[in-house]
């Protein structure tokens, strides 16, 4: 268990939907990072928030939006669904873990089915 | 350029023997971070090891270690005496440090099965 908590574990919705995917980070940590996980894909970096501000943006849709509230914790939106958003979407927090530097640790994922 | 290569997608191992699944990677820091992560089939992406650049020995971790060949800017993982739980997807990563923030870049994978 890596301490990061995603909400819900699997989502199944409509095409042109909306959804929101949740996560906790790890106690202390201020990162939150966003994956998205397709087969033909692999892992593509989304979005990462520190500290409730937004740092890097990744591979991001114009229909996705993410934000980090005071708690630390993130939300990832994903809005006018198509079937190709159908994937795997991972949040990782991460902590500076001295001479090692930054480390990510994942949560357990969202698995998001558009149909 | 891709910033992180593994081109083993699919590997087999006999069970209780090593394994070594290649990573390259490309950066022209000279500060940076490698790690490999598996992904069982559950989905979850378990971190296993990390090797910072400026580290003259290789990382351990019980069974795994990391090869690390900073001229040939290399970072393969190696699993000993492999067991039937260690089949899985296995990624690597590499961390480049920049003023803005801490770039991640993941490779396309490697399945490792293990036979018993």
């Known amino acids: 268990d890596s301490g990061v908590t995603q909400t819900p574990k699997h989502l199944i919705t409509a095409t042109g939907q909306r959804v929101t995917l949740r996560c906790s980070p790890r106690?202390?940590?201020?990162?939150v990072y966003w994956y998205q996980q397709s087969l033909d894909q692999g892992l593509q970096f989304l979005i990462h928030?520190?500290?409730?501000?937004?740092?890097a943006k990744g591979n991001i849709l114009e229909r996705f939006s993410a934000q980090q509230f005071p708690d630390l914790h993130s939300e990832l939106n994903l809005s006018s669904l198509e079937l190709g958003d159908s994937a795997l979407y991972f949040c990782?927090?991460?902590?500076?873990?001295?001479?090692?530097?930054?480390?990510?640790?994942f949560g357990p994922g969202t698995r998001l089915l558009v149909l | 350029a891709q910033k992180i290569t593994q081109t083993q997608p699919g590997m087999f191992v006999q069970e209780k023997e090593a394994v070594t699944l290649d990573c390259t990677y490309d950066?022209?820091?000279?500060?940076?971070?490698l790690f490999w992560y598996k992904q069982p089939s559950s989905g979850e992406m378990i971190f296993l090891i990390y090797?910072?650049?400026?580290?003259?020995q290789n990382a351990t971790e019980g069974r795994y270690s990391l090869n690390f060949q900073k001229a040939r800017k290399s970072a393969n993982l190696v699993i000993s005496a492999s067991q039937l739980g260690d089949s899985a997807m296995y990624f690597c990563?590499?961390?480049?440090?920049?003023?803005?923030?801490?770039?991640?870049?993941f490779g396309t994978g490697t399945s490792l099965t293990v036979i018993p």
């Open positions: 990782a927090s991460s902590v500076d873990r001295g001479r090692f530097g930054e480390t990510q640790y």
């Open positions: 106690s202390g940590d201020l990162s």
């Open positions: 928030y520190y500290n409730g501000e937004e740092r």
């Open positions: 950066t022209s820091d000279q500060s940076y971070g």
């Open positions: 090797q910072g650049s400026y580290d003259e």
């Open positions: 990563a590499m961390r480049e440090e920049k003023n803005t923030g801490n770039q991640f870049y």
